[in-house]
């Protein structure tokens, strides 16, 4: 689990994401721990690559759980969370 440091290098990482480097699991200091998952448009479901994956497949459970009890925020809005102090 990496130490993101600025939005900046949160951005680089998120743009280097794709189908085979897809879970970003990542920590900013004054908001706690992320995982982030791209899900691209693909005719495979996230059913299957979860099935494939058991790891996968424990993550979308701990997610939805996390959804579902009001704890889940939009990029958007981690994005705007953040300040410079957050990164001191």
Do not use: C, W
């Amino acid at each position: 689990m990496g130490k993101i440091l600025s939005s900046e290098e949160l951005m680089k990482y998120i743009s280097n994401m794709n189908s085979e480097n897809s879970i970003l699991q990542f920590s900013i200091p004054g908001k706690g721990k992320f995982t982030l998952v791209l899900q691209e448009e693909d005719k495979q479901s996230i059913k299957t690559e979860a099935e494939k994956n058991p790891e996968l497949k424990r993550m979308l459970k701990e997610s939805m759980e996390q959804y579902e009890n009001g704890h889940g925020i939009t990029t958007t809005e981690l994005l705007r969370s953040l300040s410079k102090k957050d990164f001191m």
